[in-house]
């Protein structure tokens, strides 16, 4: 009984309530209380301010395994068409090859000229930009055959891995960009790593088989894209440049990332339009693709080649339909020269096939698609005006937020030459490759590179954003802050609420009855408080 009398006296509320105790104990005990819920009102206001903070933090595991998958590789010919077969089959019209001549150095010059780009007056070049649409684009009218990339053109073999790729499924593994048809390689993930080193991986003979490059070509040879497997590359963002008469080392290490949506964190997932497979959601590199491309759509009144490729051959007819729903819609927004360029389209056709529908070499080109794409000249010109656009900062990209979980690969390369000898061109590579003529030690040099990618390590680091303080620490946090410094608990709580509820039943009622039907307990603790007052007084 004197326990809990005694317990009852341990309230902050309590104490000041103690009969026979001096005056300056009372103001003692005061000050002790009023400087114990300041301090307990500051350590509150930290906890809160630190919750509402929604900090997190990085753990990193590593994870040693027993094999890893290599990443989905993706190989483009810095040559995005055949441009001798081009020049060949414009023979016998000079006059449209020098348009496209005159065209692709005034894009040069311009390229970086405030305002040039945006008064370019097309309609100088209407006849050749008529004619790619009529016959199709050039790229895939003067594609680079795609098998003749790969040394051993007709049944390559990876590094005696035993991934065949027949010549006739090489379709299956080709992607259309803006720099050509690419070559895909591991979109499944089942080419993989068992030991460290570079004889552990991939290694890829590449021939560029290209007479004349296009003079607008920034440089010799092929693009290597490092990418998750079922990313979709299409533009030329990231990529590894390979030259010629090089042999290169792609040294990879892998991380994994788990990130925290907002408030905590900053990822989202946004579903991708382009997936050449299985839905996924787009990497940062695919929102920035997908906002050039709007850009481009909106700006030049016309879908980019190699997106309306890629969307019919996939079959994704609903996102094309969208777009070309929102050109008919900004059709009256469209500069004059868009107008113009639409209209000689639609009279050009008519006037090629004697007022019969146009008849033209690529499925695509065939369809009610035709006046809306882009062609290769055309989809050049614009690009090159959006990348104007936006390194100017006339256009601002929207920040892209990383998917909540994702791979990503850290690449070190290093160069060395390629053939190293013309003895080692003889004895090594110069069987493999199906050419008529064979191929010479000086073709190799101006053509053939090889390629190693591959992990030194076999392991993954495991990167997972974490939140710094989750619901039930703040709980525990608040809880023993009161309860240690004012002994303030849910009970406490409870017994508020009791009080307060009581003191309102009586409040109503003693205004109907003399006596209200709630009684407050007998005091038990005068007992304790009379003895602590004797000690007081004696």
Not at 333 to 353: D, G, H, I, P
Request: glycine share 6%; charged share 25%; aromatic share 14%.
């Amino acid at each position: 009984m004197y326990i809990v009398q005694f317990s009852v006296l341990l309230s902050p509320f309590q104490v000041l309530r103690v009969s026979g105790r001096p005056r300056w104990c009372r103001a003692v005990w005061f000050l002790v209380i009023i400087v114990l819920m300041i301090f307990t009102g500051y350590m509150v206001y930290r906890l809160f301010s630190d919750y509402f903070k929604y900090n997190s933090f990085n753990q990193s595991t590593t994870m040693w395994r027993n094999n890893i998958s290599l990443p989905a590789i993706t190989i483009c010919n810095e040559n995005s068409f055949n441009y001798t077969a081009f020049t060949e089959a414009l023979t016998d019209n000079p006059t449209l090859l020098q348009e496209f001549k005159t065209l692709m150095i005034e894009l040069e010059d311009h390229n970086d000229e405030v305002g040039e780009l945006e008064y370019l007056d097309k309609t100088a070049y209407n006849d050749l930009l008529n004619w790619e649409m009529e016959e199709g684009s050039l790229v895939l009218r003067f594609r680079e055959t795609l098998f003749h990339t790969l040394v051993g053109e007709y049944d390559y073999k990876m590094h005696d891995r035993g991934y065949h790729i027949p010549q006739a499924d090489y379709a299956e593994y080709s992607q259309m960009t803006e720099l050509g048809e690419c070559f895909e390689l591991n979109d499944d993930g089942k080419l993989q790593q068992s030991r460290g080193g570079h004889s552990g991986g991939v290694t890829i003979d590449l021939d560029a088989n290209v007479k004349d490059y296009v003079f607008t070509t920034p440089t010799k040879g092929f693009l290597i894209f490092i990418r998750n497997h079922d990313e979709t590359v299409m533009m030329n963002l990231g990529g590894y440049v390979v030259t010629p008469g090089s042999e290169v080392f792609l040294r990879l290490s892998t991380s994994h990332f788990t990130r925290l949506e907002p408030p905590h964190g900053t990822c989202k997932n946004v579903l991708s339009q382009y997936a050449k497979h299985d839905s996924h959601y787009e990497t940062v590199r695919e929102c920035i693709q997908r906002q050039k491309l709007s850009i481009m759509i909106a700006k030049c009144g016309c879908v980019p080649w190699y997106l309306a490729e890629r969307l019919y051959t996939l079959g994704k007819v609903d996102v094309l339909d969208a777009y070309i729903v929102k050109l008919n819609k900004e059709h009256s927004l469209l500069s004059r020269q868009a107008r113009v360029r639409r209209e000689a389209k639609e009279q050009y056709r008519v006037r090629r096939n004697g007022g019969q529908a146009s008849t033209n070499n690529e499925e695509l080109y065939k369809s009610k698609y035709n006046k809306n794409i882009c062609g290769y000249i055309e989809q050049y010109t614009c690009q090159v005006y959006v990348e104007y656009l936006v390194r100017k900062q006339i256009v601002t990209l929207e920040p892209c937020p990383e998917p909540c979980e994702y791979s990503d690969w850290q690449v070190e390369n290093s160069v060395s030459v390629f053939p190293s000898t013309e003895e080692y061109f003889d004895t090594f590579i110069k069987d493999k490759v199906e050419k008529t003529p064979a191929p010479t030690y000086e073709y190799a040099q101006q053509n053939m590179a090889r390629v190693h990618i591959y992990y030194d390590q076999i392991r993954v680091d495991e990167i997972k954003q974490t939140k710094a303080y989750e619901p039930q620490n703040f709980i525990a946090e608040f809880g023993g802050t009161v309860d240690l410094f004012i002994g303030f608990s849910f009970f406490t709580v409870c017994q508020l609420i009791e009080i307060s509820i009581a003191y309102c039943i009586s409040r109503l009622w003693s205004r109907k009855k003399e006596t209200p039907p709630y009684t407050t307990p007998p005091n038990t603790s005068k007992v304790v408080q009379n003895n602590l007052g004797s000690v007081y007084d004696g």
